[in-house]
């Protein structure tokens, strides 16, 4: 069974760090561009990062520009998400999504996770 697997949510105090991860398990993912959504409570679920599937081409959502960095090694899974100076309106749950195209749509992605919770405590 394919599947994409996030960890590294929890709570944070404001202005803190926390790193998600990405792994895949049933096939590599090498080929694959991979991207962050979030979602928070009563809200559609938005676009936050994505990067190539040779880690060179990293996009952001205007709000976590120079915050977040999108990384993977060369063509392989994990991917991760370094998050620093979180605010509590970054609070909500963090998907990794595989697809194709590096898009920031979510109708590019073919696979997904979970999901994982952050929480931002102001």
């Known amino acids: 069974q394919v599947q994409l697997v996030e960890s590294g949510g929890g709570l944070v105090q404001a202005g803190g760090s926390l790193r998600l991860s990405c792994a895949a398990s049933?096939?590599?993912?090498?080929?694959?561009?991979v991207a962050w959504f979030r979602q928070a409570a009563g809200k559609e679920r938005e676009f936050v990062a994505v990067?190539?599937?040779?880690?060179?081409?990293?996009h952001y959502t205007d709000s976590v520009l120079g915050r977040f960095t999108i990384s993977r090694d060369y063509a392989k899974m994990p991917v991760y998400l370094q998050m620093n100076s979180l605010k509590p309106e970054d609070t909500g749950v963090y998907y990794c999504?595989?697809?194709?195209?590096?898009?920031?749509?979510?109708?590019?992605?073919?696979?997904w996770g979970q999901g994982t919770q952050v929480t931002v405590d102001s």
């Open positions: 999504a595989a697809g194709f195209v590096a898009a920031h749509t979510e109708e590019q992605y073919d696979y």
């Open positions: 049933g096939r590599t993912f090498g080929g694959y561009a």
């Open positions: 990067i190539n599937w040779s880690g060179d081409t990293p």
